[in-house]
């Protein structure tokens, strides 16, 4: 069979070909949205905040739903997770949202620990996807991605700086997924405390070194509306849903006595640009940083560690194959030795049942001589009392036979006396034995 | 199906994956509660942003065209894409028949409506022409999984690029020689290997030989022989239920030209032509002949506008998802679990047999799938895998 022989025209490489006409395929940007509407779509958040900032608020209000749940308490012992998925549709755009809350975050009174379970369940969600990947066969395709996409960190509005325990634990995050920090409950604050805050929030987290996401500047159509939004981080939001009046519409509202403040107004806080940053605008790019980004690092810092390695690209396959074949020896290895185990225990189990079972035969045997003996015991004796029975029975005859004897003797010697002697002798027949 | 409600902290999930039913397309989400929105969120504005990306990105497709010599396959395609990709090649005039089946390919960006597409076309001229044919489809069968391989080596280093070209054949359209019988023992033997490892779409070449009962009739027989030997050409009923269930089907339903559907026109009956001349005082592609013109993108005269359509303007993607979803996903099962067999095509690494050893799937969460349209002739079998 003849090489084949794949003659690449090169110099002509991607060289640009004038249209004589109308082809068609400006239709494929609506090719690819009408394939991706049909599969829908997948967003994942991550709310990270202590109790009581008002998480679940802010979700229902960007969502302009009620999500059902209802507020934790303080005294939680540790940080959990909490994760509910939810199907949005907006015109013909289906989307499965998945809100994660950690609940008991900040409560402790040792908060040394409260990161570690929010970056578990981060890696855990990369674990999930990469064990898809890197199966034999997979569903790609159809597989729920439920990696998160934007981590919402909501920052107390006191008004100083950061605490600690935010500083730790986004440093912990910024690694590994997008990490986008918020004042809650910003009105607290009031305007002129807030550009120091957000001022003191910037060069704190610029000076231990975290790395918040950044809204992407490459693409000329949004970068102008990125590049001033970049400017604004970190964003003041309010949420709420309770709703007023005012002029003809109605608008989402905090009542207090001194005023009321507009959730959707720009002047009052930042939510608008919170809303149009991360879901109108960026929504694709987070998803994309996720996966090309922090999940390519998770990927190659966990593959690293299994053992592959890139060195050679042509044992590429080898060692892939090779780490697939010994994992799998492994994994058949470990079977065997635990089936040996298991039948040597069962083994051992059999053995001491037998020797129970023989014990308790033995047993048997010898209560069973026991018995026999008693009983052999028992009919001797009676054999003894019976032939002792039958002895005196004998003797009383034989005295009977001798009296009578007697008797009939005497009854020809003289009457009386002998009567008299044979009615001492009949009434008592026993005292013969003289 | 698993709850998603986690209570306790730090335990990772373990989503209990099915084997996904044929019908539904998630079958592995969560439970998931629907929620009413009472206002506007902005959702659909995701839509624009994935434009926006696709159009910066640019869109690449791979399109391979198998068929004897003569039967107008570089005309085909550069009337496909109105341009000249292609100089059609003029055989007898001092260029040897080629000895040995060799694939040509060439590359090129076209952009329409500031949509960029790189497009690969790769001929195949050669193919069918010698006087033993037997085994000319190995070649291109190489070729072909030549390409997944990159595609798979690319894929599964450790340091990945962010963006994977892609080089994998999406497309094989297959020219069918206009004898008005049946198709020949070479189509049927080629069609059947090929229908397994990439999307093949048959075309009658040089339909203008024909007339329109006679393309009926041929076209009946050849679908009734596709039909007997069991060759699934594209659009493949067998994956409608799994990828793309309502989408596809509505396209192929609501045809604009007639109330007949695609799969009930396949193999179209096709005319190529890069040559303009005025009719009617338009200037259309046809071909001119003494007893009329006959004009390429009129449905009355030829089916090429349904082939274009197809391939084009509202398949294209389809046939990419097709090609990664399906036909990519067999070769790596088939790589993963049986690398010992040697495959086909140069450059590759000579790999040493795999122990005898059960191919049990690898990793501890290996769940079977639903049996795809999978497998592909090894060298000396037919065999599926």
């Known amino acids: 069979m003849a090489a084949t022989d794949i003659a690449r025209q090169a110099g002509e490489g991607c060289r640009t070909v004038p249209l004589a006409g109308h082809v068609g395929f400006d239709s494929l940007p609506d090719q690819l949205v009408n394939q991706s509407i049909s599969q829908g779509f997948c967003f994942n958040i991550l709310c990270v905040g202590e109790t009581g900032l008002g998480k679940s608020t802010l979700m229902d209000t960007l969502f302009n739903t009620k999500f059902e749940g209802e507020p934790a308490t303080h005294t939680q012992p540790g940080v959990q997770l909490q994760s509910n998925t939810y199907d949005l549709q907006e015109s013909n755009v289906g989307l499965k949202l998945t809100i994660v809350s950690t609940v008991g975050f900040g409560d402790q009174i040792n908060k040394e620990d409260s990161y570690r379970p929010i970056v578990e369940f981060i890696d855990a969600q990369f674990e999930a996807y990469l064990q898809e990947e890197l199966k034999i066969r997979r569903l790609l395709h159809n597989y729920h991605d439920s990696r998160i996409h934007a981590c919402l960190y909501f920052i107390a509005p006191t008004g100083h700086s950061l605490k600690s325990l935010d500083l730790v634990t986004m440093k912990k995050l910024d690694s590994k997924v997008n990490v986008i920090p918020i004042i809650a409950k910003s009105d607290a604050i009031s305007k002129s405390e807030l550009t120091k805050f957000k001022i003191k929030i910037t060069s704190e987290l610029v000076s231990n070194g975290v790395q918040i996401y950044q809204f992407p500047m490459d693409d000329e159509a949004v970068a102008e509306v990125n590049g001033t939004m970049n400017a604004h981080l970190p964003f003041a939001v309010i949420g709420s849903t309770e709703e007023l009046k005012i002029g003809n519409k109605m608008v989402k509202v905090r009542q207090y006595p001194w005023g009321t403040v507009q959730v959707e107004n720009e002047a009052h806080c930042d939510f608008v640009k919170l809303r149009e940053m991360l879901i109108r605008v960026n929504m694709e790019d987070l998803r994309e940083q996720t996966h090309s980004r922090h999940y390519e690092l998770y990927r190659r810092c966990k593959l690293e560690e299994m053992g592959f390695k890139d060195t050679d690209p042509d044992s590429k396959p080898f060692s892939l194959q090779e780490t697939y074949e010994a994992k799998r020896n492994e994994f058949l290895g470990e079977l065997q030795k635990k089936e040996e185990e298991m039948r040597q225990m069962f083994v051992q189990r059999v053995k001491e049942k037998e020797a129970e079972l023989k014990e308790a035969e033995k047993e048997l045997h010898e209560k069973f001589d026991r018995l026999k003996k008693l009983h052999q015991d028992e009919k001797k004796k009676l054999e003894d009392k019976k032939k002792s029975l039958d002895d005196e029975v004998n003797a009383f005859k034989q005295r009977k036979t001798a009296a009578e004897l007697l008797q009939s003797q005497g009854s020809q010697a003289g009457g009386s006396q002998t009567l008299k002697r044979d009615k001492e002798k009949k009434n008592n027949p026993w005292l013969c034995t003289e | ?385």
Request: hydrophobic content about 35%; proline content about 7%.
């Open chain 2, 1 to 385: 199906m698993k709850k998603r409600q986690k209570k306790n902290g730090g335990s990772p999930m373990d989503p209990l994956r099915q084997s996904p039913s044929r019908s539904s397309s998630r079958a592995s989400s969560p439970r998931t509660l629907p929620c009413e929105m009472l206002g506007y969120v902005g959702i659909e504005a995701v839509l624009d942003q994935l434009k926006i990306k696709a159009m910066k990105m640019g869109f690449e497709f791979n399109i391979m065209v198998v068929g004897q010599s003569g039967l107008g396959k570089s005309t085909m395609v550069n009337t496909l894409f109105k341009s000249k990709m292609w100089k059609s090649t003029m055989p007898g005039l001092g260029v040897p028949t080629p000895q040995t089946l060799q694939l040509q390919s060439v590359t090129h960006v076209i952009e329409e409506s500031g949509v960029k597409l790189k497009l690969t076309v790769t001929d195949t001229p050669g193919f069918g022409d010698q006087i033993n044919n037997d085994k000319c489809w190995d070649p291109i069968l190489g070729y072909i999984n030549e390409q997944y391989e990159h595609y798979l080596q690319e894929e599964i280093l450790i340091t990945r690029q962010r963006h994977i070209p892609d080089t994998r054949v999406h497309c094989c359209v297959y020219f069918v020689p206009p004898t008005g019988h049946w198709l020949r023992p070479l189509d049927i033997e080629f069609l059947q290997r090929l229908c397994r490892t990439v999307n093949v779409v048959p075309v009658i070449a040089r339909a203008d030989s024909l007339t329109i009962e006679e393309r009926e009739a041929f076209r009946h027989r050849i679908q009734e022989n596709l039909k007997t030997h069991g060759i699934e050409v594209y659009p493949q009923k067998c994956f409608d239920e799994d990828i793309n269930d309502k989408i596809l089907n509505s396209k192929i339903r609501d045809f604009e030209y007639s109330s007949l559907c695609y799969t009930e026109r396949i193999p179209f009956a096709v005319v190529g032509a890069d040559r303009e001349h005025i009719v009617n005082g338009r200037c259309v592609l046809g071909r001119k002949t003494k007893w009329g013109i006959i004009e390429v993108e009129n449905m009355a005269h030829c089916e090429f506008p349904l082939l274009r359509d197809l391939l084009i303007r509202s398949h294209l993607q389809d046939l990419k998802d097709i090609t990664h979803n399906v036909h990519y996903e067999n070769y790596r099962i088939f790589r993963l679990n049986e690398s010992h067999v040697l495959p086909r095509g140069p450059g590759w690494v000579n790999l040493a047999p795999a122990p005898a050893s059960v191919p049990a799937p690898a990793g501890p969460q290996a769940n079977p799938s639903p049996p795809k349209v999978g497998g592909w002739a090894k060298d000396n079998s037919d065999e599926e895998c």
